[in-house]
Every structure is written in C-alpha cells, then in structure tokens.
C-alpha cells in the first residue's frame, strides 16, 4: 500500500486539497468534484455485473477491483468506484464488500465497519426527519397531518427483524397516543438514495425537501419541507456528500462512497464518486448491485437518465458454481464438477447477455475461477461465448491479484474502444404502466404484469400529486430473474404482480414490488456476527 497523498497524486489530487481520515481516506470535497467533472475529457465508465447470484454471490467485488488493478497494471490510469458496505451483510450472512483474497480495498476493517460515517449521517438525518413529523403531530398539528399515514420509517443499521413492525408511544396520552411504524435498514433509506444521485449540495437540499412524508387531511402531499426539516438534515450530510478516496492492496485508487440497495434502489456509488472517477482516470469500472435485471438495467434507465453518466463496456461476471445451480445442483454440491449442469445453467447466462445488449453494452464474460472447477466446464463457457461472439477470459484474480486479471483487462480495453454507449430501455415519459411491462418482458423473460386494485390505487393517488412518474425502480428478489427467488434458470412466460407502489420523490423515480421485499432484513440462524472479534491490541478479526 502506498500513502494516502500519493494514490491522490495519480489521480491528478493534491492531499492538500482534500480532507484526511485517520490517515487511511480522503475526503474529497463536492466543490472540487463539481469543478473537475467539468473537465472536457473523461474516462470510460465499465460496469461491473452478473448472472443471477447465488446466496454466496459470484464475486462482483473482487473482480470489480482486480480489474482496475490490472489496468493499472498494464499501464492506464483507473479507479474503481464501489457501493460502502452495510453492516446488515457485514454482520449477517454475505460478510463484507471490500474484496478479497488478492483483491481488497484497504484498510477493509475500517471500510466494512463504518468507514468515515456516511452511514452513520445518513441514519442521523432520516432519524430527525422522523422526530420533527412525530414533534409536529404532538404540538397541535397545524398542518392538518394525517396521522395514520406515514410513509416515513425509522432507520437503523443493523439486521434487526423485530423492528420491522413497531409501535411508539406505547404508554401514549391524548397529544401523543399509540402509532403504528416500522424500521428500514439504512441502506433502504431514501436519504441514501438521494445522497447518491445528488450533484452538489443545492441539489441535496432540493431532492431531501421534494421526499414525500404523508398526507394531509385534505388529501395534500407533506414533504420535509413542510416541517422545515430540510436544513438540518442537509447540515448532518454535508460531509457524507463528499466521496472517500482509498486504494487497492497493490495501491490502485479506490473511491467508496453511497450504498443505497439494489432491490429499492438504484444500487451504485455515488455520482460524485464516478463523475470524480471519470475525470481522473481513463476507467471508472462501476460495479452494479446484483445481476443484469437489477443493477445494470438501473443504472442505464435510472442512473444515466438522472445524471447523464454513460457506459462505454460491461464486465460480465459468471462462475461454474452459479452455472452449477442453474442447472439444478443443489446448494451443498456446488463445488463438485458437473459439466451437464453447467450447460444446462446457461440459458440463465444468455438471459443476462441478451440483457446487456439490450441496454446498449457490450459485455466481456468473465469466469471467475474457483478451486475444483475443471478444464472441461470452462470450455463449455468459452464455447458458448464464442458461439454468441462474446468476449471471454479467465480471472483467478482472488488467488493471483492484478495478474489473475491481465487477460480481462485486455478484453475491457477492447470492448471499450468500440465507442459504445448504453441505451435506456424507455424515453423519460413513458407511463409507469408501460415501464414495467417493458422491463418484465424484455429484461426478465417474462409475459406482462399484473396490477391488483390497491396498486393501481396507489398510482392513482401519486399521479393526482404528480409524482407517478418515471424511471421506475422495480423492487425484486436478487436470485431470480422472476419473482420468485427458488425458480432458477431461465423461467419463461410467467406474469408476476406488483404488490404496491412507493414513490421515492427526493431520489426521484417510482418503486414497484415484486414479491415480498423486506427493507429491513433479519439475521440469520448462525450470524457473522458470531465470528468477529477484536484482539488486545485493538486489531478486528473474523470479518468476511
């Protein structure tokens, strides 16, 4: 690793210019960002997704970083540009999301736990809005609040399902009586959405002004603004809005900053953090949460409408366990060789290749290798790539660090001089009707979709307070491409039902549910929590 000042020297930064963090980050302010996103020549953005993941995931994160090291390595100046990790999977069952084996961000401890308290501001600000919407109830309600509906929970950063479902106030008075709420991880915060796609800070306070808290009586919308709780929220964020600056193990820069969720949101860093990227380095490599129906398909008709990012080439990661469980394998013999099976895993494969293609990206396949996978099921792989004339290569970058991403680094460079640019799926006034039809059809495989009474309600009621509109973020399980997580392959045809609609005004677009989509997520029977310690000398251990 080197020092801190001198990643921030090849990218072009001044350590004088920046904010420093324990001497591990540093800060970089949003007037600097603003001011070199000006720039005339920018870097080509690579995304960074996957085939539907398994629970253990396919290894996005290591290839993410190895790739921008081996870049680097061959001689271009690159960043890679991730999501800050939630404790929710810290401590619950995926572990962290700083890389692994040969591939990490460092200093990880410090990066899986809370790093520079974004998070920690995020929660704070949430946390306020919500005490100023239940103080103005309790003062009289001179807005003509309706109580009963809130859309606002609470916000906390840990796995807690007993919180999802709550009431407050419990031993209530008349002014303060007994209410219904919830709790949301704050990764699901919109607040985190917004910090996300934010530009600079007068865009901040516009979009946390705009968030949508609940209804008057008279049918009116109530905003944060309305409870003049905008200012200080916005005070709490300042400088959570600023992009952290760290550096792979082999000292390739690193920006870590947002970490707003893949299901009911957009499910990428920061635009700050990529439009720093992109103007001082020649690749960004992004990654995108979860698989091409998810992460990909928001950043091209979520992200890249709202901020005018685009994507010159995709990464495409796919692994022989994935490909194992697709094609029928169950869960404890994923890490035997079965070449039937892997074949029969493509179609879910082709799924996500269609996908890419569709948004408008060319995509590089990458096998990331895994201990017992044979000669055998990767040219079944390579066979397939070659039938469709993708471009394929190996990574053992978890194993060989930089060097077990040479040859995809090569790919990316080639894929990315074609002067591709992504597409979005629909033009911005599309009705949400026809978005969802859209994305069910044409990303999932699926017939259409249907919307029961309550949802088309809701629709109803958001369109009367024009807020109804598009880009839509389409809330789903991550391991399927339908509705529902224990179908695998590739499942054809099936129509699934939007339970109900939420509108993220701040952050800008509309959420629809597919299935039963939980923002606060529940430990598992045997937690990581379970493994982590600290030392007497103060070092953590047992993180994943």
């Not at 606002?152 to 999802?164: G, I």
């Not at 049918?219 to 929220?233: F, N, Y």
């Not at 380095?281 to 890249?304: N, P, Q, R, S």
């Given at each position: 690793m080197q020092?801190?000042?001198?990643?921030?020297?090849?990218?072009g930064?001044?350590?004088?210019?920046?904010?420093?963090?324990?001497?591990?980050?540093?800060k970089v302010?949003?007037?600097l960002?603003r001011?070199?996103?000006?720039?005339?020549?920018?870097?080509?953005?690579?995304?960074?997704?996957?085939?539907?993941?398994?629970?253990?995931?396919?290894?996005?994160?290591?290839?993410?970083?190895?790739?921008?090291?081996?870049?680097?390595?061959?001689?271009?100046r690159?960043?890679?540009?991730?999501r800050?990790p939630s404790l929710?999977?810290?401590?619950?069952i995926?572990?962290?999301?700083?890389?692994?084996?040969?591939?990490?961000?460092?200093?990880?401890?410090?990066?899986?736990?809370?790093?520079?308290?974004?998070?920690?501001a995020i929660a704070?600000?949430?946390?306020?809005?919500a005490?100023m919407?239940?103080?103005?109830?309790?003062?009289?309600?001179?807005?003509?609040?309706?109580g009963?509906?809130r859309?606002?929970?609470?916000?906390?950063?840990v796995?807690?399902?007993?919180?999802?479902?709550?009431?407050?106030?419990a031993?209530?008075t008349?002014r303060?009586?007994?209410?219904k709420?919830?709790?949301?991880?704050?990764?699901?915060?919109?607040?985190?959405?917004?910090?996300?796609?934010a530009?600079?800070?007068?865009?901040?306070?516009?979009?946390?002004?705009?968030?949508?808290?609940?209804?008057r009586?008279?049918?009116?919308?109530v905003?944060v603004?309305?409870?003049?709780?905008?200012?200080?929220?916005?005070?709490?964020?300042?400088f959570?809005?600023?992009?952290n600056?760290?550096q792979?193990?082999?000292g390739?820069?690193?920006?870590?900053?947002?970490?707003p969720?893949?299901?009911?949101?957009?499910?990428?860093?920061?635009?700050?953090?990529?439009?720093?990227?992109q103007?001082?380095?020649?690749?960004?490599?992004?990654?995108?949460g979860?698989?091409?129906?998810?992460?990909?398909?928001?950043f091209?008709?979520?992200?890249g409408?709202?901020?005018?990012?685009?994507?010159?080439g995709?990464?495409?990661?796919a692994t022989l366990?994935?490909?194992?469980w697709?094609?029928?394998v169950?869960?404890?013999?994923?890490?035997?060789p079965?070449?039937a099976?892997?074949?029969g895993?493509?179609?879910n494969l082709?799924?996500?290749v269609?996908?890419?293609?569709t948004?408008?990206?060319?995509?590089?396949?990458?096998?990331?290798?895994?201990?017992?996978?044979?000669?055998e099921?990767?040219?079944?792989?390579?066979?397939f790539?070659?039938?469709?004339?993708?471009a394929f290569?190996?990574?053992?970058a978890?194993?060989?660090?930089?060097r077990?991403?040479?040859?995809l680094?090569a790919?990316?460079?080639?894929?990315?001089?074609?002067?591709?640019?992504?597409?979005p799926?629909?033009?911005?006034?599309?009705?949400?009707?026809?978005?969802?039809?859209r994305v069910?059809?044409?990303?999932?495989?699926?017939?259409?979709?249907?919307?029961?009474a309550?949802?088309i309600e809701t629709?109803?009621?958001?369109r009367?307070i024009?807020e109804?509109?598009?880009?839509?973020?389409?809330?789903k399980?991550?391991?399927?491409?339908s509705?529902?997580?224990?179908?695998r392959?590739?499942?054809v045809?099936?129509?699934?039902?939007?339970?109900?609609f939420?509108?993220s005004a701040?952050?800008?677009?509309?959420?629809?549910y597919?299935?039963?989509?939980?923002?606060?997520?529940?430990?598992?029977?045997?937690?990581?929590?379970?493994?982590?310690?600290?030392?007497?000398?103060?070092?953590?251990?047992g993180?994943?």
């Amino acid at each position: 690793m080197q020092a801190i000042g001198e990643v921030a020297a090849e990218l072009g930064l001044s350590s004088g210019d920046l904010r420093p963090y324990r001497g591990e980050a540093l800060k970089v302010p949003v007037g600097l960002v603003r001011s070199l996103a000006q720039r005339p020549s920018r870097g080509k953005i690579v995304l960074v997704t996957a085939m539907t993941p398994t629970k253990h995931g396919e290894g996005k994160t290591v290839t993410s970083i190895a790739v921008a090291m081996a870049l680097r390595r061959a001689g271009h100046r690159a960043v890679v540009c991730l999501r800050q990790p939630s404790l929710g999977p810290v401590f619950g069952i995926k572990g962290g999301a700083a890389g692994g084996g040969q591939a990490t961000v460092e200093p990880k401890e410090s990066i899986n736990l809370g790093l520079t308290g974004d998070l920690d501001a995020i929660a704070a600000a949430h946390n306020l809005i919500a005490a100023m919407f239940d103080n103005h109830l309790f003062h009289g309600n001179p807005l003509g609040i309706d109580g009963e509906i809130r859309l606002w929970p609470r916000t906390l950063d840990v796995e807690d399902r007993s919180l999802r479902r709550i009431v407050t106030s419990a031993q209530g008075t008349a002014r303060d009586p007994p209410q219904k709420g919830s709790f949301a991880i704050t990764a699901a915060s919109e607040i985190t959405a917004v910090v996300g796609l934010a530009k600079d800070y007068d865009d901040l306070r516009d979009r946390v002004g705009r968030i949508l808290l609940g209804f008057r009586k008279t049918g009116e919308p109530v905003r944060v603004r309305d409870l003049k709780a905008t200012g200080s929220a916005c005070a709490l964020l300042r400088f959570a809005m600023e992009p952290n600056l760290l550096q792979a193990q082999d000292g390739t820069p690193a920006l870590v900053h947002g970490a707003p969720f893949a299901n009911i949101a957009h499910g990428t860093c920061s635009r700050l953090a990529m439009e720093l990227g992109q103007a001082t380095a020649d690749y960004c490599i992004v990654e995108a949460g979860f698989a091409t129906d998810l992460g990909a398909e928001k950043f091209v008709d979520i992200v890249g409408p709202l901020t005018g990012l685009d994507v010159a080439g995709a990464v495409l990661v796919a692994t022989l366990r994935g490909l194992r469980w697709h094609g029928g394998v169950p869960d404890e013999q994923l890490g035997s060789p079965d070449p039937a099976a892997v074949r029969g895993g493509l179609a879910n494969l082709e799924q996500h290749v269609e996908n890419l293609r569709t948004l408008g990206i060319e995509p590089v396949l990458v096998a990331n290798r895994f201990p017992g996978d044979t000669e055998e099921e990767l040219s079944i792989l390579q066979q397939f790539c070659q039938e469709r004339n993708v471009a394929f290569a190996e990574s053992t970058a978890f194993t060989d660090g930089a060097r077990g991403a040479a040859d995809l680094a090569a790919r990316v460079v080639e894929v990315c001089a074609r002067g591709g640019h992504s597409r979005p799926l629909y033009p911005p006034e599309t009705p949400v009707e026809e978005i969802l039809d859209r994305v069910v059809r044409r990303i999932y495989g699926g017939g259409g979709v249907t919307l029961p009474a309550e949802a088309i309600e809701t629709l109803a009621t958001l369109r009367r307070i024009g807020e109804a509109g598009g880009p839509v973020c389409v809330a789903k399980t991550q391991l399927s491409l339908s509705d529902n997580p224990a179908v695998r392959g590739r499942p054809v045809g099936f129509v699934p039902t939007v339970h109900r609609f939420t509108r993220s005004a701040g952050a800008g677009f509309t959420v629809a549910y597919l299935g039963d989509i939980e923002t606060m997520p529940g430990l598992p029977t045997r937690s990581l929590a379970e493994q982590i310690d600290l030392t007497p000398e103060g070092r953590v251990i047992g993180l994943l």
